[in-house]
């Protein structure tokens, strides 16, 4: 197993044991879409690097936490939450999104209604819960032929104020990296933008 992997617990439902020490310099970031999206996979390859072509609805939510060094040297640990999408989880979904500070929204390329359903559903079901927070709009199954053309992706990524769109492949790796750097740095750059905010006030 990769030296960095950090995971340092995982639970499945309700059934959280959270080891404090752990949580000091973390921040939470949520993955969210459609079910079937790749929200799963995508975790998995960043964490493990491995990729499967089984497909097990996810039950609750995953939380994983790694250790992290961003293109600005700070080090440091990202907690995810990986979403589960099937509609069964719409009432206790809300539960998982307390103190998210980053988000990670994913559609599945080879499916445009999982694309129509972030503006419909999943932008709205955040609002509701999340003050301003970063968002990336992740284009996955980059590997696969898709209808979908990239103008389309991007105009959903500027209608719903993602602040980047990137493709990725969990199956390839592609972007995938990237995608958890890049949201962590605009979580720090938000959390510092926040203090000298409130130290001018
Ligand atoms: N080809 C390809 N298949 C992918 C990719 N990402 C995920 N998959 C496949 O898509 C299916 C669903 O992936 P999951 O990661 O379990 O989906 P999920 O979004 O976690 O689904 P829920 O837990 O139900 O919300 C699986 O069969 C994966 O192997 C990708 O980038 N490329
Ligand atoms: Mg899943």
Redesign the pocket.
């Known amino acids: 197993m990769n030296e960095d992997f950090n995971l340092i617990f995982k639970f499945v439902d309700n059934f959280i044991i959270i080891d404090e020490r752990h949580m000091k310099s973390t921040i939470k970031i949520i993955v969210i ?1 459609e ?8 975790v998995k390859r960043f964490i493990t690097s491995h990729f ?7 039950i609750g939510a995953n939380m994983f936490i790694k250790k992290l060094i961003l293109d600005s040297g700070h080090e440091i640990k990202i907690q995810l939450w ?1 979403i ?3 509609e069964r989880w719409i009432k206790m979904r809300h539960l998982y999104y307390k103190g998210t500070q980053g988000v990670l929204i ?1 559609g599945d390329l080879t499916r445009e209604k999982s694309f129509t359903q972030i503006e419909n559903f999943w932008c709205p079901d955040i609002g509701k819960y999340c003050t301003e927070v970063p968002i990336i709009l992740i284009a ?2 980059n ?2 032929n898709s209808n979908i053309s990239e103008n389309a992706v991007r105009s959903l990524g500027e209608r719903i104020n993602a602040q980047d769109v990137l493709f ?4 390839t790796g592609e972007n995938v990296e990237k995608a958890f750097k890049l949201i962590s740095e605009l979580v720090i750059k938000n959390l510092n933008k926040n203090k000298t905010n409130n130290l001018k006030n």
């Open positions: 879409g079910p079937a999206a790749g929200k799963t996979s995508l499967s072509t089984d497909y097990r609805a996810s990986d589960a999408g099937q994913l996955n199954k590997d696969l990725t492949s969990a199956k």
